[in-house]
Nanobody, 115 residues
Framework: QVQLVESGGGLVQPGGSLRLSCAAS????????MGWYRQAPGKSRDWVAG???????NYADFVEERFTISRDNAKNTMYLQMNSLKPEDTAVYYC?????????WGQGTQVTVSP
């Protein structure tokens, strides 16, 4: 079973930036399309961005070109660079593969955008 560990979250002011990391155990990471997801309090988990094994990317409409997803297969790690953060970006951010069934979810990393 793959283990996922998200990190890099924190408290940031509106307009600020954060870089999230997702570390995955096992070489199976490199053969899976991966994605970032987020869950705000009282809401369902939403897909944020995805990246193929070859590096092709796509994003949810609400990202509005503010986020950049990337991966380093040699390090079994994926990243999410988030710029121009808004209060509505406040959520716990998770990573997982795009296809189902999903791997076990990690604990996520909290992102809070507040003045």
């Amino acid at each position: 079973q793959v283990q996922l560990v998200e990190s890099g979250g924190g408290l940031v002011q509106p307009g600020g930036s954060l870089r999230l990391s997702c570390a995955a155990s096992g070489s199976i990471f490199s053969i899976n399309a991966m994605g970032w997801y987020r869950q705000a309090p009282g809401k369902s988990r939403d897909w944020v961005a995805g990246i193929s094994t070859g590096g092709s990317t796509n994003y949810a409409d609400f990202v509005e070109e503010r986020f950049t997803i990337s991966r380093d297969n040699a390090k079994n790690t994926m990243y999410l660079q988030m710029n121009s953060l808004k209060p509505e970006d406040t959520a716990v951010y998770y990573c997982n593969r795009l296809i189902n069934p999903k791997w076990s979810w990690g604990q996520g990393t909290q992102v809070t955008v507040s003045p």
